[in-house]
């Protein structure tokens, strides 16, 4: 501050510095500069299993998108074909292009081209059987998530209630 107030006496331009906490703030942000090895620290051991939640759900998330970013999808022009094949009632071509389908959505379709021409209401629910199964294997660890986003507001409200008793 002082170099600039001496300038501003000297010449009269230049800016003045103004600290409006009376230089509590210059104290207190050279209080606050802990690591993230402190911050741990202090909050005792129950910070671990926290941490350890925390990278499951993580591990978790990242597999599910990976599962679904890597899950194949068949080709517009692969699906345009199908639709043909169904509409002229070709089922030995349509079963040929829907083999080549992979996926649940080939899964789905392949179902479905094998009932062709038999009641519509038959062909949805092998078709929704399909969508199930798929379902299911979509939804697998999404139970982990769901354990861990419940147990880690509990583990921090255990960390300060121990942190209160200890205090």
Known sequence: ?????????????????????????QTLAEIDEETLEDELR?????????LGLAALTVLVG?????AITL?????R???????????????????KIAK???GPTGKMLQAGVE????????????MYEQVLTAKVKANRLLPIVASCAAAAPRLGLLGTVSGIINT
């Open 71 to 75: 899950t194949p999808a068949p080709s």
């Open 115 to 126: 009932h062709l021409g038999a009641p519509r209401d038959l062909v949805e629910e092998v």
């Open 100 to 102: 080549t389908m992979r």
């Open 1 to 25: 501050y002082g170099e600039a107030v001496k300038g501003l006496a000297l010449t009269g331009k230049g800016t003045m510095p103004l600290d409006m906490t009376l230089g509590e703030a």
């Open 77 to 95: 022009k692969k699906l345009v074909k199908l639709l043909v094949a169904v509409s002229a009632s070709k089922k030995d071509q349509a079963q």
């Open 42 to 50: 202090a909050g005792g051991p129950v910070m671990y299993p926290i």
């Open 62 to 66: 990242l597999y599910k998108w990976l």
